[in-house]
């Protein structure tokens, strides 16, 4: 427990479909005038160096970012990437990027006044980075941060106030207890608040619980009657290979828009992001 830093995946085509689409459920969610609460319940750091630290070590971002920045200054690029970009664009002064934003600050600069933001971290040092870093926003007074466990503590925020929510759960699985948390915290939202949207990032790992967690998550949903989203991207075909090849998001509760805002990004991704034959994407919805 604690050994994860997500500083040495920032950047990463992982973090890119996760991202990229929750950029687009808060678009499609403040539509509307009302207030929106968003919960984000495994936050990070909040902001990260590329240039420097853990990520300049993992250099994650050279697969991701860099390359589809490189892609980028000679292609023209579907809507759906270009926004997600010109966030990540948003926190760097020049052409170059050296800091990628994670969650907390994506999500903090979307704000408008009316919406809130929740963000749970539990790692004792990434919570004072998380800390220091959303003081320095503007948006900081919208914004409360808890150094809690979020899997036994969502469900008591649920619903929110205006009884519009988003909530993205983004665990680092690497505690094999998270698969079984996860589930819990998913039925017991889904029990206080059915109407929530809720975005579930997940790796595709060796394990067991990994490969079980999409269709786990679709039961769910469908004891509930939910609809649901279901997202993957599959960048190599290198069995040997140590780093994470393929990621994926499930969402219940899905924007109708949702599925052709994948739809028009994720083959340019594939295509710009993948190495050899292998690479591959997955989207699949279902309405209830
Ligand atoms: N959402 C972030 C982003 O997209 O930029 C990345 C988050 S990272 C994958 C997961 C984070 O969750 C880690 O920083 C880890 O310390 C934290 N964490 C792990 N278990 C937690 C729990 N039960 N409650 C809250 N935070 C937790």
Redesign the pocket.
Known sequence: M?S?R?AFHAGSHA?IL??LTLIHLVDYLQEKPGALTIV?????AGIYSLKDGFAAVSKEAEGGIFRLLAYAKSNTLPESIQKYLECIQTENSSDAIDTYP??PFILARLLRPQDRLKL????PK?IDILRHNIGELKQSKQIDIYAE???SRLKGLLPPPSRRGLV?I???YEDKQDYRHLETAIEEALQRFATGCYAIWYPILSRRESAALPDRMKKIAATHQRSWLHAELRVENAPGERRLQTSGMLIINPPWTLEKHLADALPTLTRVLGIGNGAQFLLKAFEA
């Not at 984000?40 to 990070?44: F, M, V």
């Not at 749970?120 to 790692?123: A, R």
């Open positions: 604690f994860y997500h973090d996760k991202h984000d319940t495994h936050a990070g994670g969650s749970f971290e539990l790692h990434e466990d979020s899997f993205l983004d665990p680092s």
